[in-house]
């Protein structure tokens, strides 16, 4: 079956593309380079496109048809305040993707956010009338009224997944937009104290990436359309994430407690399951400790 995953140079992405090839999918990663790493597609044996997929929907049909498409690409900088850069690069490369999968009768899989909750109290339902607190976040909002608008038109259910804090080998070229376990971790490997901001009570839902691989290839099986959260199911606070590190670094660095210099700031994220469960059949499998040894296994956490 053959599949396409744009943005399948970063992090999540790189991820599905290497697990549905291994999966036996022919698989097409289609990826404008901007933000990901060439090097997450190393093991990864099939066709690359270099495709921007907002600026360039002649290319993009030209690799189609496609039973699948799994939609990444996005400008994940969510400090980035050129409105229509963001505007255009994430909703418009979404309306390109939603005209093709029209014309090929493609699933549609995408990637929403949790930052369309902005502030709004924990823990977060799909229920809750969205609040994005910056342009990122709003940009995928736009998305999610745009699939639903198309939805009655497409072949197939179209699923969008509200992804929370996700953490795992292949985020380091994400820089100060990587995980905070990594940032961290990378401070402290370095010897420095852990910097978070006072008084590291923020919670997150922190989300390991094979979850995350798992409830897209879930939601390509979906007989329902919607939007779908994808975390953990529970929260966790920065100060409890530096122990974590030091357990699993052989390190002992107290937190280096800093002023937050952000007005959009989410003090508290935390995914409520229960549709995701219900609907998708979602059950997320890694905790915190366990997902912070694997990520040390791998060799990547902090590198
Ligand atoms: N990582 C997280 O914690 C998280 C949380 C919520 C939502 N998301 C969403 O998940 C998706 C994947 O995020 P990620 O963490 O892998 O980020 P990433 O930056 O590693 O990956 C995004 C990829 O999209 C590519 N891209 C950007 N604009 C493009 C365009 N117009 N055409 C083609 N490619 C383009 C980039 O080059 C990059 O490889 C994004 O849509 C992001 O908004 C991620």
Redesign the pocket.
Known sequence: MRMLV?????????HLARRLAAEGAQVVV????????WT?LVGFKGDVAT?????DPALLRRLGPFAVIF???????TTVMDQRKMMH??VE?FRNILDAALEWRSRVV??????TYGRLPAPNRESQEPAPLNV?GYS?LAMERLAEQVRPRLAWPIVGL??????GP??D??GR?A?MIHQLAKQMLAGRRPRIFIDGEQKRDF?HIDD?VEANLLAAKSRESGVFNVGSGSAATFNRVVLELNRVLHTSLPPDYIENPYDFFQTWTEADLTRSREILGYNPKVDLAGGIDAYFASGKLGK
């Not at 939609?71 to 900088?77: G, R, V």
């Not at 995408?110 to 930052?115: F, G």
């Open positions: 744009t943005g399948g140079a970063g992090f999540i992405g790189s289609a990826d404008d380079f901007s933000s990901g790493a997450n495709c921007d997929v907002a600026a939609h990444e690409a996005s400008i994940t900088d690069n994430n490369g995408w990637a929403s956010s949790a930052a990122y995928k509200r992804y929370f804090n996700v953490y292949g985020e070229h994400k937009f995980s989300v995350v």
